[in-house]
């Protein structure tokens, strides 16, 4: 950006018809848009006199170039960095960086992807201005100077569709947000979601959701909604890390530890997996048989469902509930004076992102803390 800065101000400067305070003028526009009448001129000399008289010209060349078009609907250096040249300002050549100065003078004509060859030609005449003015070393100008300029825009990442909906909506306003996403996990975790959905279509499954998390820090390192965020056909803007689903029995290593804290059982305590009616609730096993008597450690191992409901019935469902609570599962909390022993086969909602961090407890002691999805003030002075 500071190249960017440098060279930006330079072109400005020496530019036909550009000045510095057109450069305030256009700020003072572009922070106001308004209709062109005599009243509004006025205006918006008055706002470009206070901009220059609370800031320096440097801080107004980066409002500037914040907020200068360059056609269509591309806004700001940055954004178009991204979509010409994919990589940010800080990592642009010095010939992209000169080209990204001098479209603003001519949106509408200096088109990236239709008038390169205009562009290049008025962009090579900036370099050599520029190493009279001993900006750049004298290598850095003919590179500039060689550099072809093959460059079109590019369709606009989507990046974490559903989590930066989420965040947008819960920070309304805040201009930046800093999420504790990892590059390599993200698009790791979209990949393989995507070939999950792929390989399993036939069988009627058409989306999923994964969420991957530091079980140490909490911190969500990949957050994937979806497997095709534009896929309409199979709901795929559904964030499916928040949407209520029967959690199945994922919930019942977390009955047996509850049980196990309490004395209730040991994981060598047999129990009987033969029919049994609850008070009217009689559970089955998923393939309608019966082991008879098992160990609780063999009961979680093959996940049976009679033994899980019989410790869910000796420690009590709002005991249960009340753990559940704390740790977060909001729908399981409004529904509690509704739910029975069906709870623990799946007969409640749960979302994947409360089911994480329960499990991260498990990978930690048994500690349950929330999970993070956005680096808090402190860790980012720190870092």
Known sequence: M????????NIFKSGRTTGASTITTQVARLLEPKERTFGNKLLKMLRATQLEAHYSKAEILQLYLN??????????????????????????????TVTLAIIPNQPRVLVLGKNNDRILADRNRWPRQLRQQHLFPNQDIEDAINEPLDAQRRTAPTLTPHLARRLVTQFP???IIHSMLRRNPQAKAEDLTKNYVRRLRELGISQAAVVVVSNRTRAVEAYVGSADFADAASSGQVDGVRAIRSPGSTLKPFLYALALDRGIVTPKLKLPDVPTNFSGFRPENFDKSYAGEVTVERALTYSLNIPAVRVLFEVGVPVFMDKLRAAGFKSVAR???????????????????????????LADGGRYAPLKLVLNEELRMRN
């Open 67 to 96: 907020l200068v078009p360059y056609g269509g609907n591309i806004e700001d250096v940055k954004s178009a960095a991204l979509l010409y040249f994919q990589q940010p300002p800080d990592y642009l050549s010095l010939a992209q």
């Open 173 to 175: 306003g805040r201009p």
């Open 2 to 9: 500071a190249i960017l800065q440098a060279a930006g101000r």
């Open 335 to 361: 529904a509690a004076p509704q739910l029975g022993l069906s709870t623990i086969l799946g007969g409640c909602g749960a979302t994947l992102e409360e089911l994480t961090g329960l499990y991260a407890a």
